[in-house]
Structure formats: structure tokens, C-alpha cells
């Protein structure tokens, strides 16, 4: 174990204290020149940083309306303080929504505003120094981009927006984040996070085939670069090779079959995770997103089903129609793109799947809401959708369900604390601390309504929560996938044999 402290749980909603610079030491690795240069930024810190930084902000704030507003318009009441997990599990005030902000917006100020430029002193404007980007790259880097503080700004200040923007001109001046920037180039040279090359795909998935068919009897097919094929599945890598990610993947499978439609992954497009939005890079954004567009098209398929990844369906659902539409070679009778989650309750709701709901009867479960599905886009065409299908898809599988408390369910949902591009181990302390918001409320069902297992849709949650709970004292394999859980109910009939 790490050598920091666990916090103790607290009852929601927590009185937070104050403990300045708790967190001040917490740096995440720095991205080596051949991790920032393939991404189209300077290997090391350039010269003249201060001014091109200053400039790169300048040009930011003059391409985004939103940006400018967000930086303009706080009026610093205080509604968000107690709103960010981090804050409320490190008790550092500068993880306090507002404060990060300001290390931003006081840069702003001095450069951009009248009043900043004449007296900056009376405007906590301040200049831009080294030691200002260095509190730069350890605050915006405590953020995960969850946008659950501006839920509650009245003014709908999104400091996810204001981090992206930090972690852009960071990397624009040579200063990036080893964990992301790596990704991305992985993704770039190879076509997933993990950089697991076409022939290991294949024989993953081989492997799948016989498994299933050893635990059902069924020939359940895994397709990978099958042209023609109906459906174009992208899925986080995760998926191909974790606990409890796969077991989604085998749902996924088994829910196809059952539908009798003809799918396929492709080896090009392996990936539905873009952590380029995570630092907030647009040609990066729409690079990544492009293998994805350009493997639709080589394969020749008619839909596009995106599996359980957070992040990668805010990108699908809310970006990919203006990032790399038109799809106007795609199937406009369904919904383009679609989730997982609705293809499985679209059946459902059809009476097209048979489950034996008991097959969980060993499990009471909770449903964790992920932050880019909660908080930034929706699912099927319902309000809310996002909230309801998940959890009629659990519900049509297991007979033991339960919602956490609603002041962190839904879009108060608190971020499994490992989002947002902090999902490495030299950020552990943050991402155990950050936890601690959901893990209270996962204590409280534990204890008052014997739940014993969390499921999630998105691959950054599983991995974030299998590798903290731990620290909480609960077994890792209470994490579990909805599809997994889907699997395990679902009944291939004789006929799909
Ligand atoms: S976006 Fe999320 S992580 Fe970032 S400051 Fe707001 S609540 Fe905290
Ligand atoms: S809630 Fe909004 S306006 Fe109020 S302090 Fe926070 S960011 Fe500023």
C-alpha cells in the first residue's frame, strides 16, 4: 500500500476543512519529447514560454465564446466549493472548483482585462511565471474534467472546460502529461490505448469464442474486420483483456447473437476511448475520432455501436456528428451512434431477450453513474435517458437492485476519481482521496441495504474502482460491468445454437 492516508468516511454532505497545500507536492510524470512530439507539441519547455503561453491563452479565449464567459462571469458565491470530490477528499482549498479556476483566471485577468492590466493587485491578477504554470500542472491536474461543480454554479460555470484550456497551453509550451500524451500516441501509431497490435486482437478474440462455447455450448462469434457487416462495434481496449471490462465485452457478444444481427470490431478502429479530450487538443481530438469514421467506411457497415466507455460516448454523442459527419453512409432508421445500453434495452423492451434473472441472485447491486454519460450527453430519446435505460437493463437481470443516495446519483453523480486523464499510479494518492465521496455512498447501501456489487459503463470507472475500493476494504471484484451482468442472466436459446 501507499504511503498515504485513506481518508476515513464521512457522512455526504461532508463540512470540508481546510488544510492548505495538502496536495501541493502531487505531480504527475511529464511527458518526454517522444511522447509530446508526436502529438504536434514541443518536446520541452520552449523559449519564451511565458509570452507564448499568455498568447496561446489569448487565442483560446478569442476562438471560445464559452471560455471567455466562464472566465469572466464568476461571481465568486461560493456554491461550489464543496462540490468537487477532491476537494472533498484531499481538503485542499485550491481543489475547490473556484480556486482552480482562479489559478487560470487570474493569469486571464492580468493580460486580457483593463482593470488586470492597470491594478492587478486590487483583481488577484497575477503574472505568468514558472511558478504559476508549475501550480498549473499540479492543480489541473487534480481535476477530471467531471463537471459535477457546475451543476451547481448558477451561472453553469464548467471548470472542466477552464482545465482542458489550462492542460492545452500547457502542452502547446512543452509542458504535457506523460500518462495522456502517451495514450494518444499509442492510439495514433497502433489504433488503441494499450497498443495491442492486430494479430493479438485476433487471437484474444479467438479465445473468447472458445470460452463462451465451453461455458454455454453456443458458437458465439467475436468478428473482428468482417466487411459488410451490419454493425461496427468500439469499445474501449479494456475490454479486450480486463476484469471485469471483458465480461462486458462477452455480453456484448452474446446480446448480438441473440439478436441475430452481424457484427464486427475493427483492428484499425480498436479503441472508442479519445483521451485527447482529456488536455483539451482539437487536432488530436478529431485525428483519433477520424480511424473510427475511416473504418465505419472501409468496412462497409450501416451502424455504429459504441460499448461501455464514459468518456468515449460524451465524444460520440455530442462531438462526432460535427468532429467527423456527416454519416450519411450509415443507416439513418437507428440512432447514429447508438450505446450499447440502448441496443440491449431497445430488446428488451422488444421481448427479443431471455434472461434467467436468478443467474445474480448471488449479487445486490448498485449503479454508479459515469460523469460523461451523466453530465454531458444522453441515451435513447427519452429526458434522462441516460439515468433510465442502465438501470432497466440491470433491473431485467438481476433481482436485487438499489440507487446510492440521489444527492450523488444521476447528475449529482460524484467522478470515480480517476477520470479526466488521472488514471495513473503516480497520481494514486489522488485518485484514492477522490474516491472517497462515492465510496461513502457505496457504504452507506453496503450497510443499509447489503449491496454487494457496483456496476459501471464506463472502462476508466472499472479500473479506477477494482484498484481503490481496496484501500476502502471491499474486494475488487464488486466492480462489475452491466453487461457482464447481462451476460451471465442472458439465455441463448436452442435456435441460436
Ligand atoms: S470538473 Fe469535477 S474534478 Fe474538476 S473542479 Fe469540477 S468537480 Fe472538481
Ligand atoms: S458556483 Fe460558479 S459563480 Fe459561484 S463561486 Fe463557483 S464558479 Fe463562481
Known sequence: MANFETPALREY????LLRADTMAHSKTFAAKPEFQTPLGFPGELVENWEQKAVDKLGELVSQSRALQVFLDSCVKCGACTDKC?????????KNMPVARQDLLRSVYRRYYTFAGKVVPWLVGARDMTKDVLDEWYTYFHQCSQCRRCSVFCPYGIDTAEISMAAREIMDSVGMGQRYSNEIIGKLHKIGNNLGLPAPALANTLEGLEEDVKDETGVDVKFPLDVKGADILL?????????????????GYAKVFHAAGVSWTISSYASEAANF??????????????????????????????????????RVAYSFWNTL????????????IPQHICEFTYDLIQKGALTFDKSANDDKVVTFHDSCNVARASRMGDMPGGQFVIPREVIKAVCNNFVDMSPETTQEATFCCGGGGGLLTDDLL???????????????????ENGVTHMAAICAICKAQFTKVVPYYKYQMDMIQSVHGLVSKAIRLTPADK
Not at 456527416?326 to 439513418?332: G, S, T, V
Open 234 to 250: 468500439i469499445t474501449p481496449s479494456a475490454d479486450f483483456f480486463a476484469e471485469p471490462h471483458i465480461d462486458g465485452l462477452i
Open 85 to 93: 470530490h477532491y476537494y472533498l477528499g484531499t481538503d485542499d482549498p
Open 276 to 313: 485527447s479530450m482529456f488536455i483539451g487538443s482539437h487536432d488530436n481530438l478529431h485525428k483519433v475520432a477520424m480511424r473510427i469514421r475511416k473504418a465505419a467506411k472501409d468496412l462497409g457497415v450501416k451502424r455504429i455501436v459504441v460499448g461501455e466507455c464514459g468518456h468515449a460516448w
Open 429 to 447: 494518492e489522488l485518485r484514492v482521496k477522490g474516491a472517497m465521496p462515492r465510496m461513502q455512498a457505496l457504504k452507506q447501501v453496503v450497510e
Open 324 to 335: 467527423i459527419g456527416p454519416f450519411d453512409f450509415l443507416d439513418p432508421r437507428y440512432p
Open 13 to 16: 454532505p461532508i463540512i470540508p
